[in-house]
């Protein structure tokens, strides 16, 4: 089985972090973001990944060459394209029939629910359906109960909301549909494709499981506790001790240090004397934790320093971010690659 990976956006709400690193390759609890999308398809029988880059194509290939032993090619966009026109501009390296994905999220769906539907109904499209408690802020999904679709409903008023099934980013395509979408621009395929096709062979399938789209600030450090607190099977769940801790093999703890679960410490973090270290906290590889600082709820990529005395909740630093002493960087703070940051950031 085949599957597309559309991992060509630019990660705008994510910014500063993503202005050095593609989307789909930012750390999650230690590992990039799009190993987690590949486990999940190995998972459901995939067994050829076709890859469209376009922002930092080269981190996204290099995320991924030799880290899996399916077939793996990529597809680099020339400008962007939208998510339908990235589609049809890697259709020379696709099938009859496969799997499209949006790069930005992670879950543990039931793809294997979705081809059997797709199957039965004798789709051209079937989109995977989400429930969520408030899906005033995603598009709404109204279908019929064979599942056809019969309108998408953008950013409802309170009174339109009917239902709570929302797009999650996850179809499978017929290459028929691939006609369609216009060649040579930019398409998208929520706005464009899909209302195209209503009515012409396009159906959604209700899946129960773990959600949850990584970009945003706040979604991203909730997906990073969710791995954490093995609300999804991930192989970095499967390392953690049973108190919910991780540290890495060349991780140093002084004895006069406190960690609280979950946590996570890469090879080569350092925590230092007096530092607290938790609850929700990730420490990258070679990032240090000076004298009586604290860090919680936040996450701190490669090579880190934070200062003695400092303060960070709620917080996220890009690689070799620099914190100085006694500096407090409280929740929603979000650090560039290599940045300085001295007395308080809000």
């Not at 899996?68 to 966009?77: D, H, I, K």
């Not at 939208?82 to 496969?98: M, N, V």
């Not at 279908?143 to 999650?168: H, M, V, W």
């Not at 395509?173 to 621009?185: A, F, K, Q, T």
Request: proline share 5%; net charge negative; hydrophobic share 40%.
């Amino acid at each position: 089985m085949q599957a597309l990976i559309l991992a060509g956006g630019e990660g705008t709400r994510l910014r500063p972090l993503t202005e050095t690193l593609p989307k789909p390759v930012v750390p999650l609890a230690g590992r990039p973001h799009i190993a987690y999308v590949v486990d999940w398809l190995a998972s459901h029988g995939v067994d050829d990944v076709v890859v469209s880059c376009g922002h930092l194509a080269e981190g996204v290939r290099a995320a991924l060459e030799g880290a899996t032993e399916m077939r793996v090619c990529f597809v680099e966009e020339p400008d962007a394209r939208g998510t339908a026109g990235a589609i049809r501009y890697a259709s020379d390296a696709l099938g009859d029939r496969f799997f499209v994905l949006n790069g930005d999220v992670l879950c543990d769906l039931d793809l294997g629910a979705l081809a059997r539907q797709h199957e039965r109904t004798g789709a051209s499209a079937t989109i995977a359906l989400y429930p969520v408690e408030d899906p005033s802020a995603y598009g709404l999904v109204h279908r019929s109960e064979d599942g056809a679709i019969s309108e998408f409903l953008e950013k409802p008023s309170p009174e339109q909301i009917d239902t709570d099934e929302i797009n999650a980013g996850a179809y499978l395509l017929e290459r028929s549909v691939l006609d369609r979408i216009p060649p040579g621009r930019a398409v998208s395929i929520e706005r464009e494709l899909f209302p195209d096709l209503v009515g012409n062979g396009l159906y959604g399938r209700r899946l129960e499981g773990y959600w949850i789209d990584i970009g945003t600030p706040e979604r991203y450090l909730q997906a990073n506790w969710d791995i954490l607190e093995r609300k999804l099977r991930t192989v970095t769940g499967e390392r953690l001790d049973a108190e919910g801790l991780l540290v890495a093999d060349g991780a140093e703890v002084d004895g006069e240090a406190i960690l609280s679960a979950p946590a996570l410490l890469a090879t080569g973090a350092r925590v230092s004397a007096g530092a607290r270290v938790g609850p929700r906290a990730v420490l990258g590889p070679g990032t240090e934790v000076g004298e009586r600082a604290s860090v919680s709820g936040s996450v701190l990529l490669s090579g880190c320093r934070v200062g003695v005395g400092a303060r960070l909740n709620g917080s996220i630093l890009a690689d070799e971010v620099v914190v100085a002493e006694g500096a407090v960087l409280e929740a929603g703070s979000v650090a560039g690659r290599g940045e300085l940051v001295e007395g308080a950031l809000a």
